[in-house]
């Protein structure tokens, strides 16, 4: 732990050092990273708890928020520590800076453990070097990144970790509490979660020894998700959505616990006894869950299908893999078949029954995570994760074998390009060298102008142009709006506000009087657009001539009173005059 710890440090200091411009400009990338800073800076300014809506986009009431606070605490309590010595705004920037490398410690810790239990107590650095590897996964723990989902890996760090544990008390509380921990912050990996309890259940029907990891699990599953919830859940999350963890996946969780309790406490003999018992329990949770909740089995954000088809399903990471471009999709995807092919020879070669139960329950979460890639690749960065242990077994056991040979050649030459290839990084070179998509020039003016109006310095200058406002604008615009100025916005990309996201898209490709009439009734002043930021063109393909397709090309209407800015500045503004 201590070795683990201190190379942490390492890769955090590097980390924060490598991209300080970036921090000390507050430049949080994402609009959920956006969204977690205003949620904090609610908490510390006195906003209740319990309380997630979001005041400053669609005001007067604002929007709701489907997280937890629990993600908060750690970026609060930083700020709070930094504060009196830095002042509030550096303070903030050290929090967003420091705050996403803490998750990644955990993840370290736990993948080491596991590691250390199913390889070898040495081979956790090839586990730490590999894990740096991860594109996609180590992308959620750096400096600004401050979001729910580096938490979520950690947390199925942790559930890998007690699926490898040979303590099968201590193995079950941390998959429980883990699954627990991460159904508290969010359900993104609500069926990884799913798919660790299958495993703990399927290991007692094949072992009945296995009781003691089973009940451990279902008591801290349980017992964790009623804490979580009662410690964390908004008061929007009280009513039976199914998107968070409300009353809906509570009842889920404790019903679940507490059949798997109840399997182990009777632990029958037969292995036909036991599988006939937990095929009755799953029944009984999956009809009750049909019966009770009927309005969850379909997409649990519950959105309708003209918000679904006109924002939802063209939100690019919850699409297939195969959807997407190679030089994304291919260095994704590497990684969780090596993982597997570890997993499956290190089964095979087990020296004891424990480390082969543990690497077929390895094997078929890895399987599992590879297989959401074709539903989302939002599954991508917990893909990586879990084929760590997979592919440090292959490294352990590969590249010794170079290191022993008596061609010095062999050595090193054959060694690392043994190593490249089991760590999957030999998929940047592939991608570098192989280029199989065709060049899109769109796209790099696209990111261009993304990038240009998310700046600081050009939203500061939204700041000294006009006077506090509410201003109507794109709805991925919203949330860095808000953090970087002091105007308000309509909408953000969160699927429970229907309403603002589909108004600002109806404004948008509607006509010019439908655009006034909904931008007073949310008591819009001011217009801001983004010319060439991925949701115009989204605009401009659906309707092109509608309201922005003729703003594009020039034609504005006389009620839209321009307002000069620099010269090469990557907005335009008007005042909206509704006395014309």
């Not at 109840?262 to 292995?271: M, S, Y």
């Not at 260095?331 to 499956?344: H, K, S, Y």
């Not at 043994?418 to 060049?439: C, E, R």
Request: proline content about 6%.
């Amino acid at each position: 732990m201590r070795w683990t710890l201190l190379a942490w440090a390492a890769i955090a200091g590097w980390y924060l050092w490598q991209r300080w411009g970036l921090v000390n400009a507050l430049a949080l990338g994402d609009t959920d990273d956006n969204m977690r800073l205003m949620q904090v800076r609610g908490l510390l300014a006195g906003q209740d708890w319990f309380d997630l809506r979001q005041y400053r986009l669609s005001p007067p009431g604002g929007l709701d928020i489907h997280w937890s606070r629990l993600v908060d605490l750690p970026i609060a309590a930083l700020i709070l520590i930094f504060q009196p010595f830095t002042g509030t705004a550096m303070a903030e920037r050290l929090a967003v800076g420091i705050a996403p490398t803490f998750p990644l410690a955990v993840t370290m810790l736990a993948m080491g453990a596991a590691v250390r239990r199913l390889i070898a107590p040495a081979a956790w650095p090839l586990a730490v070097i590999i894990l740096m590897g991860c594109t996609a996964t180590m992308v959620m723990y750096l400096p600004l990144r401050i979001d729910h989902h580096g938490w979520q890996l950690a947390c199925l760090a942790l559930t890998v970790m007690g699926l490898a544990d040979a303590s099968r008390l201590r193995g079950g509380l941390t998959v429980g509490l883990a699954s627990a921990g991460s159904l508290t912050i969010g359900l993104e990996l609500l069926p990884f979660c799913a798919m660790a309890g299958a495993i703990v259940a399927l290991r007692w029907m094949w072992d009945r020894d296995e009781m003691p990891r089973m009940r451990a699990y279902g008591l801290s599953l349980a017992g964790g998700s009623s804490a979580g919830f009662v410690l964390f859940a908004s008061n929007a999350n009280y009513a039976m959505r199914c998107d968070a963890l409300t009353p809906v996946w509570l009842s889920v969780m404790i019903a679940a616990g507490a059949l798997l309790f109840l399997l182990a406490q009777l632990n029958p003999a037969g292995r036909i006894a036991r599988l006939g018992l937990a095929a009755i329990a799953g029944a009984i949770v999956a009809g009750g869950f049909a019966g009770l909740f009927p309005q969850c089995l379909q997409r649990p954000e519950g959105v309708s299908d003209e918000l679904a088809n006109t924002w939802l399903n063209n939100v690019r990471e919850a699409r297939p893999i195969y959807k997407h471009s190679f030089a994304m999709a291919f260095p994704i995807a590497v990684l969780p078949v090596i993982g597997l092919i570890g997993a499956g020879f290190a089964a095979w070669r087990a020296r004891t029954a424990d480390q082969l139960v543990a690497w077929v329950a390895i094997g078929l979460f890895t399987a599992f995570a590879g297989a959401m890639l074709l539903w989302q690749v939002r599954a991508g960065p917990a893909a990586q994760l879990l084929a760590v242990p997979g592919a440090t077994w292959l490294a352990w056991t590969v590249v010794p074998w170079f290191l022993g040979h008596r061609w010095m050649a062999v050595r090193v030459l054959g060694s690392a390009a043994a190593f490249l290839i089991v760590s999957g990084l030999f998929a940047g070179f592939v991608v570098k060298w192989v280029q199989v998509d065709p060049p899109r020039k769109m796209r790099a003016v696209v990111s261009k102008a993304n990038a240009r109006c998310a700046s600081a310095s050009a939203m500061r200058m939204l700041d000294r142009t006009i006077p506090r406002s509410t201003l109507f604008t794109h709805v991925d615009l919203g949330p860095r709006l808000i953090v970087m100025t002091r105007h308000n916005g309509i909408a953000g990309p969160y699927h429970r506000n229907e309403r603002a996201i589909l108004d600002v898209h109806h404004a948008f490709t509607g006509s010019p009087d439908a655009f006034r009439g909904i931008a007073k009734r949310y008591g819009a002043r001011y217009l801001l657009v983004c010319p060439n930021m991925a949701e115009t063109t989204v605009y401009r393909a659906r309707q092109p001539n509608g309201f922005y397709g003729q703003l594009s090309k020039g034609k504005v209407p006389e009620w839209l009173e321009p307002v000069p800015l620099y010269t090469h500045a990557p907005y335009r503004l008007w005042r909206i005059r509704y006395d014309r």
